[in-house]
Every structure is written in structure tokens, then in C-alpha cells.
């Protein structure tokens, strides 16, 4: 949930430049809303949390060695 506020918030800042606020002052809110965004990214979308099941790693086995396809 958080995630999502998370990016809820960063389009907010972008309509708000678009609105009324000047590029500099959207580039430092920008920065400093970084930290927050870099970790909720890594929260939310960590390979457990963020699985498509049409997209798989697919391993085959060729004598001793292991080769990955994608």
C-alpha cells in the first residue's frame, strides 16, 4: 500500500510542476522524495512479491554444465 501512495505522491509532484510549481523547486521535492521511492521500490518489488507466471526461467541441463534461456 504504501508502494502504491509512494507513486501516487510522485505523480501528484509532476501534475503539481505542470500546475503551478517551477522546475527547480520540483527537482529538489523530486530528490528529496528518492530515498522513500528507492525503498519502497525495493520493498515492493522484490522477485517473491512480483511473479508472472507466463515468464519463467526455464533450466536446461547439457552434460556437467547448466545453461539458463530465458
Known sequence: MIFALN???IL???VAFWIK?????TLWILL?????????MNKGLNPE???I???EKKEKESGSKKS???
Open 53 to 55: 507466471s507466463g515468464f
Open 32 to 40: 528529496a522524495v528518492t530515498p522513500v521511492t528507492l525503498f519502497t
Open 49 to 51: 512479491n512480483c511473479h
Open 7 to 9: 507513486y501516487l505522491a
Open 21 to 25: 510549481i517551477n522546475l527547480v523547486n
Open 68 to 70: 539458463k534461456t530465458y
Open 12 to 14: 501528484g509532484i509532476i
